[in-house]
């Protein structure tokens, strides 16, 4: 899973000491003063048990731009991703607004 992923609008780049960073994701923030495309954020991420029910890969975010920040408010923002695509090409996704809709953001993993 560790690499440097891009949607139509956002990056993600997961390291494997469990860290991560993003640009322009998360988008859906009541509240955020930042511009969605400049959005920045830090924190940790981890792979989650096949069988539990939340994301499949989720996310501690520590710090994201006009929005967070752990050392002013405590705790953290969680998020998540789900996983779809190969070992070879795994591809990240979430739904975007209303489930419904079917309109999804989708992260694929650069060569």
């Known amino acids: 899973m560790v690499g440097a992923y891009r949607s139509s609008?956002?990056?993600l780049?997961?390291?494997s000491d469990g860290t991560f960073t993003t640009v322009g994701w998360p988008t859906d923030l009541d509240g955020a003063v930042?511009?969605?495309?400049?959005r920045t954020g830090s924190g940790?991420?981890?792979?989650?048990?096949a069988d539990d029910s939340g994301w499949p890969?989720?996310?501690?975010?520590?710090?994201?731009?006009?929005?967070?920040d752990s050392d002013v408010r405590g705790?953290?923002?969680?998020?998540?991703?789900?996983?779809?695509?190969?070992?070879?090409?795994p591809r990240l996704y979430a739904f975007a607004g209303d489930p419904d809709s079917?309109?999804?953001v989708t992260f694929t993993r650069g060569s």
């Open 75 to 89: 705790g953290y923002y969680e998020d998540g991703l789900m996983v779809s695509g190969s070992r070879d090409h």
């Open 102 to 104: 079917c309109d999804l």
């Open 57 to 68: 890969v989720s996310f501690s975010f520590h710090k994201i731009s006009g929005y967070w």
């Open 44 to 49: 940790t991420w981890e792979l989650t048990a």
């Open 9 to 11: 609008a956002a990056g």
């Open 13 to 15: 780049v997961l390291r």
């Open 34 to 38: 930042s511009d969605p495309q400049s």
